[in-house]
């Protein structure tokens, strides 16, 4: 399983796609929110925004599911769809609560989530409130995602059983939880590795690996405390400037938190590490081809990371695109 450790965007997209590559994934499995997501692939040259579907799109051989938990807009599902050409390949639990344009124009029109809470404005929020009334269309009651409905939760287990090779994406970060994060600075869920099983249907014990992401900065969208903040100037001079994903809003930045990093690794039980932007903080580490050739303040820096979490850190992103990582599960 992959999680975000922060505020969301800390390279999810990326991680997930070079590990469907690398560890060649018959199966991923989105959970999380829903269309709030961003997340950023860049390959071959480039740059794909995905929403929707897994990150895994990048194997041709990997199966891309959308678990039970997850919110659905079935025009953002079915465009990703049709522009990367999945068709045969792509699936959606019957079981998915459907944003519809009212969602949208509740998340929008409404000065407390628009303004103060400064949500996406993607429906996710209204949404999950009619799920919890019980009032939410469900994917199995919208006949343009006829083509793509299968019981996730079976497929998956099965899959787990059979002892295929299966990622389960989760999005935003552990901060945006409901129950963890800053409230009321949140997403309309709980987006922890326990969640995120829970999302796909997914017992706790059938987990191997937690993989939570870090970026070697802090960022976030929208509203809320952020410690350590710089300014916009700042952040651009750094290179640490990003626009959101889904939003086009500017990202706030900050330093790497290293409390936020040990109380994520708690609150998802994570068992690995992946620091994403290395070459952001320590332009040198464009070059580096193994752990051992990185700048020595790199070097440093990931070895504070593992003595304050007592977790490895088994992939550091050197670079933008899905193959620019150091995979030191490689130097066991
Ligand atoms: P909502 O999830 O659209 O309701 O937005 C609530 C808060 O979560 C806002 O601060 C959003 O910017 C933030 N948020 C939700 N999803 C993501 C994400 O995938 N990345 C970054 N921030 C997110
Ligand atoms: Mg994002």
């Not at 860049?42 to 990048?58: C, D």
């Not at 996730?152 to 990622?167: C, F, M, R, S």
């Not at 994903?245 to 790497?256: L, N």
């Amino acid at each position: 399983m992959i999680v975000g450790g922060f505020y969301g965007d800390e390279g999810k997209g990326k991680i997930a796609s070079y590990l469907a590559l690398k560890d060649s994934a018959n199966l991923m499995v989105r959970g999380g929110v829903g269309p709030n997501a961003g997340h950023s692939v860049s390959w071959k040259g480039r740059t794909y925004k995905m929403r929707m579907l897994p990150s895994g799109f990048v194997n041709p051989e990997c199966r891309l599911l959308v678990g039970p938990g997850v919110l659905v807009d079935p025009n953002i599902f079915l465009k990703e769809v049709t522009d990367l050409g999945v068709e045969h390949r792509a699936g959606v639990d019957p079981q998915c609560a459907i944003i519809e344009a009212d969602h949208i124009e509740r998340d929008r029109g409404s000065d407390y989530l628009k303004k103060k809470i400064a949500t996406t404005g993607t429906g996710c929020g209204p949404c999950n409130v009619d799920r919890v009334a019980r009032i939410a269309k469900l994917a199995r009651d919208v006949p343009q995602l006829k083509q793509y409905i299968v019981d996730v939760p079976l497929e998956t287990n099965t899959a787990i059983d059979d002892g295929k090779n299966v990622i389960l994406e989760g999005t935003q970060g552990t901060f945006l939880s409901l129950f963890h994060g800053t409230y009321p600075y949140v997403t309309s869920k709980d987006v922890t590795a326990g969640s995120i099983a829970a999302d796909v249907g997914v017992g706790p014990k059938k987990i191997d690996d937690v993989l939570i992401i870090f970026k070697a900065y802090v960022t976030r969208v929208g509203e809320g405390p952020l410690a350590g903040e710089i300014t916009e100037e700042d952040a651009t001079e750094k290179g640490w400037a990003e626009v959101a994903t889904v939003t086009g809003r500017s990202r706030r930045a900050a330093p790497f938190d290293f409390n936020l990093t040990k109380r994520a690794v708690m609150l998802n039980g994570a068992t690995q590490i992946a620091i994403t932007k290395m070459d952001t903080v320590f332009p040198e580490c464009k070059n580096s081809k193994s752990f051992h050739d990185l700048p020595k303040e790199a070097t440093k820096f990931i070895k504070k990371i593992e003595d304050v979490t007592k977790i490895p850190v088994t992939l550091l992103g050197i670079g933008p695109s899905v193959e620019d990582i150091i995979d030191r599960r490689e130097e066991q």
